[in-house]
């Protein structure tokens, strides 16, 4: 069983609805295109796909889709939107499960590597992707870079959202390289607001790269977002292509 922590029901139910924003043409058409133009002629796997947020239009696009989700009620959700011919999907481990065939492009995005807590299981999605990709295909990963550089010292806490019915931060553990993300949602007017936690371990681009080589895959790419903005010092997270040799 992965570390990953387990997505209920009850946050399955209102992901939709609490990342809109993400799903808007704005955001989501960028993403859409770089996916599609490494994808090609082939076939696409993404790894946690979660409610489909990105795995359903692009296999709207003419992309044929595969997914694997450890979360049943997450792809329980998705199933709502497409049948299991339209875009089948793997209920498991994305370090670990298997889906018949091989794939021109494999992808994990919004910063889901990160749900594995160890880096052994890291390196494990590595190879499992690998394992999917025919020669020549690839891997993609949208990652945050971890904003240490924003923690003076003595400080374990940075915030990455302070809006009016939002509050985020991330508490550091810089021994063991992970963080938890704090979440107070107010969901109503009476003042009343949820709190959640997720827990997460960062890598750097430099540690993902090894990680790619570890499974036979070499870097092809690095850029700041979707767009293809060039990934810098100051870049806030990158996306990353990595190749399986032909």
Known sequence: ??????????????YDAEETELSSAAVLGPTLDFLAELAGDGRA????????????PLRE?????????????????????ADEETLPVTIGDMAAAVVPGTFSLVYLVYNTIS???????????FRNAARHLSPGGRFVIELCVPPLRFLPPGQVAVPFDVSERHLGFDTFDLVEQTLVSHHFTRDGDDGRYRRENFRQRYAWPAELDLMAKLAGLELERRVADWDGTPFTQDS???????RKPV
């Open 61 to 81: 696009r003419g992309v044929p889709v595969a997914g694997i989700e450890l979360s049943e009620p997450m792809a329980a959700v998705l199933r709502r939107k």
């Open 115 to 125: 749900n594995l807590l160890t880096q052994d299981e890291q390196v494990e999605c």
């Open 236 to 242: 806030a997270k990158h996306i990353s292509v990595w």
């Open 1 to 14: 069983m992965t570390s990953s922590e387990l997505w209920t029901q009850e946050t399955a139910e209102r």
């Open 45 to 56: 796997l993404e790894f946690a796909i979660g409610t489909g947020r990105v795995g359903v």
